[in-house]
T-cell receptor, first 118, second 112 residues
Framework: GAVVSQHPSRVICKSGTSVKIECRSL??????MFWYRQFPKQSLMLMAT?????????EQGVEKDKFLINHASLTLSTLTVTSAHPEDSSFYIC??????????????FGSGTQLSVL | GQQLNQSPQSMFIQEGEDVSMNCTSS?????WLWYKQDPGEGPVLLIA?????ELTSNGRLTAQFGITRKDSFLNISASIPSDVGIYFC????????????FGKGITLSVRP
């Protein structure tokens, strides 16, 4: 069964509103979680890395005030898309790692969230 | 930055055929991974490779870590309809907060 739960799976919102996406590790404590963005027929692009209890590290070109990441517990990270616009429409995927230096097999992906901004 | 190249973007094969996918990088990695993504889902790890030259199998899947550490290939033998999906290669370095760099993916279609 799934070890990383991502919710919601699909969300449609109006332009200017904020949307929160949750990523939960179900069977383990995730010290590190990653957030990706994927456009149709494109690769996964890393947006940010979050470690529990500290500020997220954003990739170059990703606006941290636009994409707020909170990793307040070892089992939950949230991504909030603030003041969403149509160009923010995309498939957002999280992944959770069992240990910060753990084997790569212990990196599990959520099932993704399709965000559509009208 | 690092880039992984996968081509072609799409492949069409007949059920029962074997298929090989290649992935090349502009720089070296010390770990190569192959993932499969179904529509509307997150990627699922198929095979992980840790040493140059390593050849690893997982059922009908076989993958190899290129000797130059800049490439990898994935073979699927005796394809079946459920092999349909997008196959991504990814490279990384082991260690704290190591990040994955993904290729663009290859969409595989299997004709019954």
């Amino acid at each position: 069964g799934a070890v990383v739960s991502q919710h919601p799976s699909r969300v449609i919102c109006k332009s200017g509103t904020s949307v929160k996406i949750e990523c939960r590790s179900l069977d383990f404590q995730a010290t590190t979680m990653f957030w990706y963005r994927q456009f149709p027929k494109q690769s996964l692009m890393l947006m940010a890395t979050s470690n529990e209890g500290s500020k997220a590290t954003y990739e170059q070109g990703v606006e941290k005030d636009k994409f707020l990441i909170n990793h307040a517990s070892l089992t939950l990270s949230t991504l909030t898309v603030t003041s969403a616009h149509p160009e923010d429409s995309s498939f957002y995927i999280c992944s959770a790692r069992f240990l910060r230096s753990g084997p790569i097999e212990k990196l599990f992906f959520g099932s993704g969230t399709q965000l559509s901004v009208l | 930055g690092q880039q992984l190249n996968q081509s072609p973007q799409s492949m069409f094969i007949q059920e029962g055929e074997d298929v090989s996918m290649n992935c090349t990088s502009s720089s070296i990695f010390n770990t190569w991974l192959w993932y499969k993504q179904d529509p509307g889902e997150g990627p699922v790890l198929l095979i992980a490779l840790y040493k140059a030259g390593e050849l690893t199998s997982n059922g009908r899947l076989t993958a190899q870590f290129g000797i130059t550490r800049k490439d990898s290939f994935l073979n699927i033998s005796a394809s079946i309809p459920s092999d349909v999906g997008i196959y991504f290669c990814a490279g990384t370095f082991t260690g704290a907060n190591s990040k994955l760099t993904f290729g663009k993916g290859i969409t595989l279609s299997v004709r019954p």
